[in-house]
């Protein structure tokens, strides 16, 4: 599933061409990929609607019309890019936005686990989500940890604790910081929780400057595919040398989400 890095590099590789276009229409092929609303629906409230901007808000991709939001889950397979067809430039495409100059954005998604919500209001999001990671300082990154007797692993991939971070970051920040992600979350000392909230950041803000790691559907708008999976330091390295001190590095299953660590820069 993309992460934060991979959502935020396909939103600033889509606002220069979306931001000041007008809604013309829609298409759908799957109208399950339509949440809660229908397609005559979701065209009626959108037609004629500019769009004023677009962002991401955890993993959820945010375009915002006027005040009513189309609303994105990219989920495992999801791609969104430029077209001039509305049926896009794959075979796998199930929904368009139509633009004015004959442009569309296709929602392009293989396994049909993404969505498209329509909103008045984002308020649902933040009832959901926790904070973004990138904003946090260290110090309230912390207060965050408190209380929680989950493995830390498990408790990073909570997007209502944490929003954004997902399987791949979780592991290269934890490498990172020293951190078996099986410690519990309150065996963490203040220090270390803090050296986590560091490494966090650190570990995505180079996420996005890689623009995203393709490893299985992920490519960016322009279909090129992202350089993170390049800089890996332990995930999807089983049983290679740890690039920090060399030994062996291994798979474990934690929260039912394989997981990669080294058991010496990262001891219980």
Same mark, same amino acid.
């Given at each position: 599933?993309?992460?934060?890095?991979?959502?935020?590099?396909?939103?600033?590789?889509?606002?220069?061409?979306?931001?000041?276009?007008?809604?013309?229409?829609?298409?759908?092929?799957?109208?399950?990929?339509?949440?809660?609303?229908?397609?005559?629906?979701?065209?009626?409230?959108?037609?004629?609607?500019?769009?004023?901007?677009?962002?991401?808000?955890?993993?959820?991709?945010?375009?915002?019309?006027?005040?009513?939001?189309?609303?994105?889950?990219?989920?495992?397979?999801?791609?969104?890019?430029?077209?001039?067809?509305?049926?896009?430039?794959?075979?796998?495409?199930?929904?368009?936005?139509?633009?004015?100059?004959?442009?569309?954005?296709?929602?392009?998604? #293989? =396994? %049909?686990?993404?969505?498209? &919500?329509?909103?008045?209001?984002?308020?649902? !999001? /933040? +009832?959901?989500?926790?904070? *973004?990671?990138?904003?946090?300082?260290?110090?309230?990154?912390?207060?965050?940890?408190?209380?929680?007797?989950?493995?830390?692993?498990?408790?990073?991939?909570?997007?209502?604790?944490?929003?954004?971070?997902?399987?791949?970051?979780?592991?290269?920040?934890?490498?990172?910081?020293?951190?078996?992600?099986?410690?519990?979350?309150?065996?963490? #000392? =203040? %220090?270390?929780?803090?050296? &986590?909230?560091?490494?966090?950041?650190?570990? !995505? /803000? +180079?996420?996005?400057?890689? *623009?995203?790691?393709?490893?299985?559907?992920?490519?960016?708008?322009?279909?090129?595919?992202?350089?993170?999976?390049?800089?890996?330091?332990?995930?999807?390295?089983?049983?290679?040398?740890?690039?920090?001190?060399?030994?062996?590095?291994?798979?474990?299953?934690?929260?039912?989400?394989?997981?990669?660590?080294?058991?010496?820069?990262?001891?219980?």
């Amino acid at each position: 599933m993309p992460e934060l890095p991979e959502v935020e590099t396909v939103v600033r590789g889509l606002r220069p061409d979306l931001i000041g276009r007008t809604v013309v229409g829609a298409w759908t092929d799957w109208p399950k990929v339509l949440d809660d609303v229908s397609l005559v629906e979701l065209t009626a409230t959108l037609k004629g609607r500019r769009i004023s901007a677009i962002f991401r808000r955890g993993k959820y991709i945010c375009v915002d019309l006027e005040g009513v939001f189309l609303v994105i889950h990219l989920r495992m397979t999801g791609r969104l890019y430029l077209s001039d067809r509305a049926e896009g430039d794959d075979r796998w495409v199930h929904f368009s936005l139509a633009l004015d100059q004959n442009a569309h954005m296709a929602f392009s998604d #293989s =396994r %049909k686990f993404g969505r498209v &919500l329509l909103r008045h209001s984002l308020d649902f !999001l /933040e +009832a959901k989500l926790g904070p *973004e990671p990138l904003t946090l300082s260290d110090a309230d990154f912390a207060d965050i940890l408190q209380g929680s007797t989950r493995a830390v692993k498990t408790f990073l991939l909570d997007q209502a604790k944490i929003a954004g971070i997902g399987n791949i970051y979780a592991d290269e920040s934890l490498l990172r910081a020293k951190i078996h992600p099986l410690t519990p979350v309150d065996r963490l #000392s =203040r %220090k270390q929780a803090c050296a &986590l909230g560091a490494e966090i950041r650190r570990v !995505l /803000e +180079a996420g996005i400057a890689h *623009e995203g790691a393709s490893i299985s559907w992920y490519r960016k708008p322009d279909g090129n595919k992202g350089e993170s999976q390049q800089h890996f330091m332990v995930y999807g390295r089983t049983n290679l040398p740890c690039k920090v001190c060399g030994t062996a590095v291994q798979r474990t299953v934690v929260g039912q989400r394989g997981t990669h660590f080294c058991p010496n820069c990262q001891r219980r």
